[in-house]
């Protein structure tokens, strides 16, 4: 429908297009956010840098891989030494609160509006900034739901109490900050007890996190449930000023949230798609009036819409 070769790109220097995103979010009878890594990334949870070597130092050092996300698909001798780095990676990126009020930036800005966010990213921070969790849809799972492996049934189970069971396991306790340390200077473990290890309660196979990375992924009653809420949502405002907000969404799966935005801008004349994200604020040509793209930081560009 679209051509690449009509997709406009803007350059920073955008307080005027923060100041007609503005208008369009005052003027939209509903808000349709559409929120990607790039939004948790501005918020503070990244998976390289500080924040990596603070949390998986050990797993560096004897893996040398450099970034969180590596280190989940790593190839681990021993279950226990895969819970051991996926505790971490869980409290760490779910039980953790983000390190800056992004989230809660937005939910300011769209509470007293009829919205609803469409999401890929699993790691709970709209909840906890206070979004209603009935308009909210997280189309690849959650860190905080585990599922059977296999899966011989389609259900998920929290894991917040033996995720914080294996951290502490491991040696580690929360900090003033939330964050995980070792008191007294130890040295963490890299493994946790067999009897922490999940399994199935059904089949007795090994769980998993419930995150969409291959076939086995499961949607259970909730993942329908939330699913159908958005169906119904796009089709009572399919006719209406729909302000389509995108934050923070790459390439990686244009088709779950960026392309369906530009398709129904397209379909809807009333209808606004904003972009912001920090290098990849782009529409095709087809909407470019309909659209502004704002090429910056996400919080920052939250922050100046609240002032």
Known sequence: MFSKRKITTFTKGCSDKVRRLGEYLRDADAVIVGAGAGLSASAGFTYTGER????????????????M??????????????????SRYIYSNRYMDAPKPVYNKLYDLVKDKDYFVLTTNVDHCFQKAGFDKRRLFYTQGDYGLFQCSV????KTYDNEAVVREMVRAQGYVAGGDGGLIVPDGGIPGMTVPGELV???????????????ADGTFVQDEGWYAASGRYSDFIRRHRRDKVLFLELGVGGNTPGIIK???????AENPKA???????GEA?????????????????GEALLQLIR
Not at 260 to 265: I, K, N, Q
Not at 272 to 278: F, L
Request: proline content about 10%; overall charge negative.
């Open 151 to 154: 899966p011989c049934h389609q």
């Open 198 to 212: 999940p399994h199935c309660p059904v089949c007795g196979a090994p769980m998993s996190m419930n995150l969409r």
């Open 272 to 278: 606004v798609y904003a972009c912001i994200n920090d």
């Open 282 to 298: 782009v529409c095709p040509g087809e909407i470019e009036g309909q659209s502004v793209c704002i090429d910056g930081d996400i």
């Open 69 to 86: 996300y590596s280190g989940g698909f790593y190839p681990y001798d021993t279950p226990g030494e895969f819970w051991a780095f996926w």
């Open 52 to 67: 990596f070597e603070r949390y998986f130092h050990d797993f560096a050092g004897k893996y040398h891989f450099r970034d």
């Open 259 to 265: 392309y369906p935005f530009w398709r129904m801008t």
